[in-house]
């Protein structure tokens, strides 16, 4: 294989594997920062037993996703260099912003969050959750404003060095996908959170239905469902509209539309083919694909064909993995009602089948995050900042051979590292809030490596 | 910010951000490297703890260092990164494991912990090398062609990057070292206190050997000294000659300290050890960023970007270095004495 593929293959691991512990982390933080604000508020154990519960989560998570990171910051410059040195008068503070303005301050009070329990009273301990909440927050806008840069980039020129030069910062990091795609992600963060709050609760209450604290918690997640996924789908149209107009060949990739044409139908199922340039088979509702991404059954949506073949995305890939985002994205909100109705009715537990359904959903977040990632990153393709680069002109000059062991190497450690973190976290949440509280010795601080630490052998 | 040079305020950040990261995840990696030599399990978590609450925020030196330099000198990073890009994906491996044993280390049970604990010593010891490995390759010069790496892949493999990491190694063990003799007391204390000893016997043999190598590595580090042809030119020397004074002054601190039983001044010591080893090489190939050939005025990034994150720097920095201490201060004291009550 060659370098650059090599170089993508590995690019594409490393960041979706990344992506799953910020998008968890994100949501969890907020969630802690809810709880103890609660606990504080009512003094109810229920609470604090929560969020003792979900730290120790938090924690391992949190590590996984700091490790993952530091990866991302060095692989720019080591596979994507001629990309690193064009694009980074404009990319560049924005990454070292994320560093000065989140990165220190998420690092520094988790130390506090984790270790400083008996160190500080209560009200400063909240404010380390808070501002590692907040932490979590101001690290997504800047990394969501590079990448949308690399999507709609605004506020730039050609530099006489041949390198881009800024001309506004405020254009270039509030560009125009910016707004909709920060929003897009935080709420697919919360959402991720509240799946696994729910499904970890729900696997509680199947074995002891009268579990305190995961009545609390599912009531709590099904609340997130309810309100979030129906105005995560919200987002999600309204950011599709802006695609037609800033990316329309990524629109026409997602939904497989080949030939520009007025009434489009949209297809449920396909099997797009770039070698035909078309689909080799189609399940579709005539005019419905115009009137879900133009808003108007009539209207012209433009189709690949506009475009030349290279300038074409992988359409297989992208058609799939939106229908797989939007798929599970229904089920969420189904998920949400049926719970909403089940608390009205007098209680989800009551319902064994919901909650084999909210176990079953657990993951589902982290699926549609990487799903979404990759319409929004292979849909991009062939451009690594649009209309600007072409991914094949970013590469380093580094052989094959170098590029294959590294993406070994991460294969490995990342199996390896995936594998462990999941049977810990896993494990933690098959004992539950209840057992992990009343497991706690009295001698040892909630959230403190002794605390966590099972007995010598 | 007319009137500002800007191009040497970038240099300095980025100068203090690799130095500060060298010394605070110098003593948590240290601490891993010395983790074969502890006694007991109970041991190993002791030390575990004494760099817990630290480690995060001292790895995040490394992030800054990485980012920043993408930020502020691109025409650096885009060459550096793919000249050493086999030892910096091992560094990168190596932290991963390490990193996640802190937590990994706790769940697991006896296997796993078992597992978790080799990690963390190999991860922190395989991290430690490759970074000596960049830092010798990077010393010895990179080859440049029209602002891109143009050399091989193994370039950085030379018997003087191995001495280099073996330098590193052995000085982040003496930081772990001594920051173990501030947080620990009774039997791990004395441990620690053997472990500096050892240390700082391995840091002046080879700190010694890399400096005289690195008068050998290109003939502009033995000018910059004051030594061509065999003759000694004293107005370059004499000035520099403050270097390994500061470095005679750190050790005699260590030695000090350990003969007082003092549990502050070897840290404190070593600190200064590295200051003079970290000076002693920037002066050798200052202002070159990229040894021997790209000056870090060319490898800057624009005006315009250097000044929006410099002001970043300037509002951001005096926050970060005054919650950094506020941690620090907060989980200061023996850990031995109080491990059950944080």
């Known amino acids: 294989m060659e370098a650059i593929l090599l170089s993508r293959l590995q690019f594409a691991f490393t960041i979706a594997f990344h992506i799953i512990f910020p998008s968890f982390t994100i949501g969890l933080a907020s969630y802690l920062a809810v709880l103890e604000g609660l606990w504080l508020a009512t003094k109810r154990e229920a609470f604090q037993r ?89 690290s997504a806008v800047w990394i969501i404003a590079a990448n ?64 305190a604290e995961s009545r609390l918690a ?147 977040g982290f699926v549609a995050v990487i799903a979404g990632w990759t319409v929004a990153e292979v849909g991009r393709q062939p451009w690594v900042i649009w209309r600007v680069m072409r991914t094949a002109a970013a590469v380093s000059p580094v052989g094959a051979h170098q590029v294959s062991a590294s993406l070994l190497g991460f294969l490995v450690v990342y199996a390896i590292v995936f594998a462990a973190g999941v049977l810990y976290i896993l494990r933690l949440m098959a004992q539950g809030p209840a057992a992990q509280a009343l497991a706690e010795p009295a001698d040892r601080a909630p959230g403190s490596p002794m605390g966590f630490a099972p007995p010598e052998p | 910010m007319n009137g500002l040079d800007l191009p040497l ?56 260092g990485g980012g920043g330099l993408f930020a502020l000198f691109p025409g650096a990073y885009a060459i550096l990164m793919p000249a050493f890009y086999l030892p910096l994906m091992g560094m990168l491996l190596a932290l991963i494991l390490r990193g996640v044993a802190f937590e990994f280390r706790l769940h697991g049970r006896r296997r796993g912990k078992r597992l978790w604990t080799i990690a963390f010593a190999a991860g922190s010891i395989g991290a430690a090398f490759a970074q000596g490995l960049v830092l010798g390759g990077f010393v010895q010069g990179v080859k440049v062609t029209n602002g891109a790496f143009a050399g091989g892949p193994f370039d950085w493999a030379t018997p003087y990057s191995l001495l280099t990491a073996l330098g590193l190694v052995a000085g982040y063990a003496l930081l772990g070292a001594t920051w173990l003799m501030i947080k620990t007391d009774e039997g791990l204390h004395g441990d620690a206190r053997r472990w500096t000893g050892a240390a700082v016997v391995a840091v002046v043999a080879l700190l010694a050997a890399v400096s005289l190598a690195t008068l050998g590595v290109d003939p502009r580090v033995a000018a910059r000294w004051g030594l061509t042809g065999g003759a000694i030119d004293m107005t370059h020397l004499a000035p520099r000659l403050a270097i390994p004074a500061l470095g005679g002054v750190g050790l005699a601190l260590i030695f000090v300290g350990l003969r007082r039983g003092s549990h502050v001044l070897p840290f404190a010591g070593a600190l200064v050890v590295f200051l003079s ?66």
């Not at chain 1, 037609?244 to 044409?261: G, M, N, V, Y």
């Not at chain 2, 190939?285 to 002001?311: H, K, M, Q, S």
Request: with cysteine.
């Open chain 1, 50 to 138: 929560l969020y003792v519960f979900w730290l120790k989560i938090f924690a391992l998570s949190f590590g996984m996703g700091v490790v993952t990171g530091v990866v991302m910051s060095y692989e720019f410059g080591t596979n994507w260099s001629v990309f690193s040195r064009f694009v980074a008068p404009v990319i560049g503070p924005m990454l070292a912003f994320e560093v000065l303005t989140a990165f220190f301050l998420e690092s520094s009070f988790l130390g506090v969050m984790l270790w400083g329990w008996k160190r500080v009273g209560p009200g400063l301990h909240f404010t380390a959750t808070c501002l590692v909440a907040i932490g979590t927050l101001i």
């Open chain 1, 148 to 211: 949308s840069f690399m999507q709609t980039p605004a506020g730039f020129a050609l530099g006489p060095d041949g390198r881009l030069v800024a001309t506004s910062w405020i254009a270039a990091i509030f560009n125009p996908s910016f707004p909709e795609r920060f929003a897009h992600m935080v709420l697919a963060a919360y959402l991720v959170t509240a799946l696994a709050v729910g499904a970890a609760s729900a696997f509680i209450l199947l074995k002891n239905r009268d579990q």
């Open chain 1, 218 to 364: 599912l009531r709590m997640a099904i609340g997130m469902f309810a309100v979030i996924a129906p105005l995560q789908l919200l987002v999600g149209d309204y950011a599709g509209k802006h695609i037609r107009a800033d990316q329309p060949s990524k629109l026409a990739a997602i939904e497989a539309f080949w030939d520009t044409k007025a009434r489009q139908a949209f297809h449920i199922v396909a099997w797009p083919d770039r070698k035909i340039a078309g689909n080799r088979f189609d399940v579709s509702i005539p005019k419905l694909g115009s009137l879900i991404t133009a808003g108007d059954a009539n209207a012209t949506v433009t189709g690949l064909k506009a475009f030349a073949p290279e300038d074409r995305p992988p359409v297989f890939i992208v058609f799939w993995a939106f229908r797989v985002m939007v798929g599970l994205g229904l089920a969420m909100i189904g998920l949400g009602l049926w719970g909403a109705w089940l608390i009205f009715r007098g209680g989800p537990e009551r319902s064994r089948l919901f909650l084999r359904a909210a176990v079953l959903m657990g993951p589902a």
């Open chain 2, 9 to 64: 305020i970038a240099v300095v950040v980025i100068a203090v951000a690799v130095l500060l990261y060298v010394l605070l995840d110098g003593f948590d990696l240290g601490v891993g490297i010395l983790f074969p030599l502890a006694r007991s399990p109970g041991d190993r978590d002791l030390m575990m703890t004494a760099i817990a609450p630290y480690w995060d925020g001292n790895e995040t030196w490394l992030v800054l």
């Open chain 2, 277 to 342: 080893g970290y000076l002693g090489l920037g002066t050798s190939f200052f202002p070159a960023i990229v040894p021997y050939d790209v000056g870090f005025r060319e490898a800057a990034n624009t005006p315009g970007a250097l000044a929006f994150v410099l002001i970043g720097v300037v509002v951001m920095l005096p926050l970060i270095l005054g919650y950094t201490a506020f941690v620090y201060w907060l989980f200061r004291g023996k850990v031995a004495s109080d491990a059950g009550s944080h």
